[in-house]
C-alpha cells in the first residue's frame, strides 16, 4: 500500500534549448536532480510541474500538491517589477515568470507551504510586488561579498547571518549558516508580507519569509546542493514536508 502520508510536493522546472545532438534546436523541460533527492530524502514525494500557461491547469496543479518547491534559474523579467532591463540582466523566460505568478497566488490562497529557492525566492518577493537588484556586481561593486561563486556547487562561499526569532533560525538552531551563492541578482525592496530573516553581512537578503503563514520561505542560496557537505541542510527540507503534511509525523 503507497503511504499515504507522504505529501506530494509540486516542484518548477525550466526551459533548456537543446544546442548539440539529436534533439539540436527543440524545446525541453529540465530540473538540477537534486531537488528531486532533497524531497525524497526528507520524505516527500516529488512532482514536477510542467511551465503551462492555462489557468484551469494551474489551480488544479495548486489543488493537488500539499506543498510547492520553487526552484533556481533565470532572471526575472523586469517589467514585471517595474524596471526597464539593465544591461547586466542574463536571459528571462516570461512563460515561466507568468506561471509561477499565477502558482504561487493559487497556492497562498490555498494556505499551502511553499519553499523559494534562488530564483524561488525571487519570484516570491516579485508576486508580492517586491523588486529586486537586476546585478549585485555592478550596483554594488565595492562592497558586496562574493555572490557569483567559482567553486562546486556543494562547497560553501559567505556566511550568512539568521534573524533571532526567525522560522529559519529556529530550523536550524543557529545564529549564522555558511552557504553557497550562486546569483547576481537580490531582493530590492521587500513583497508585502515577507519579513527578511537571512542577510549577509554586505546586507544582501538571502532569506524570507510570511511570519503570519505556517510556511512560506525563500532562501537566496541552494540548499539542495549541500546535503551531502552540510548534514544540517537537510533540517529545512523537513521542516517543509512536515508543514505539508496532512498528519503529523
Ligand atoms: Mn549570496
Known sequence: MPDTKKPLIGITSRYINMRIGESLGTHKLCLNNDYIDSITEAGGIPLILPIVL???????????????????????TPQLYGEEPSTKLTATAPDRDYFELGLIKAVLA????????????????V?????????????????????????????????????????????????????????????KTLGSGLTP??????????????????????VQWHPECMLKSDPNTIKLFKSFIQAASKEEF
Not at 489557468?55 to 533565470?74: F, K, N, P
Not at 537578503?205 to 525563500?218: A, D, L, N, S, T
Open 197 to 218: 530573516t537571512a542577510q549577509t553581512s554586505d546586507g544582501i537578503i538571502e532569506g524570507v519569509e510570511m511570519p503570519q503563514e505556517k510556511f512560506i520561505i525563500g
Open 54 to 76: 492555462n489557468e484551469t491547469a494551474i489551480q488544479a496543479y495548486a489543488s493537488v500538491v500539499d506543498g510547492l518547491l520553487l526552484t533556481g534559474g533565470e532572471d526575472i
Open 127 to 187: 508576486s508580492l510586488g517586491g523588486t529586486l537588484h537586476q546585478d549585485i556586481a555592478s550596483e554594488f561593486a565595492n562592497t558586496c561579498v562574493l555572490h557569483r561563486q567559482q567553486s562546486l556547487e556543494h562547497v560553501g562561499c559567505h556566511s550568512v547571518k539568521l534573524s533571532e526569532g526567525s522560522i529559519l533560525q529556529r530550523i536550524f538552531d543557529v545564529d549564522s549558516l555558511i552557504t553557497n551563492s550562486f546569483h547576481h541578482q537580490s531582493i
Open 110 to 125: 490555498q494556505k499551502k507551504p511553499i519553499l523559494g529557492i534562488c530564483r524561488g525566492l525571487q519570484i516570491i518577493n
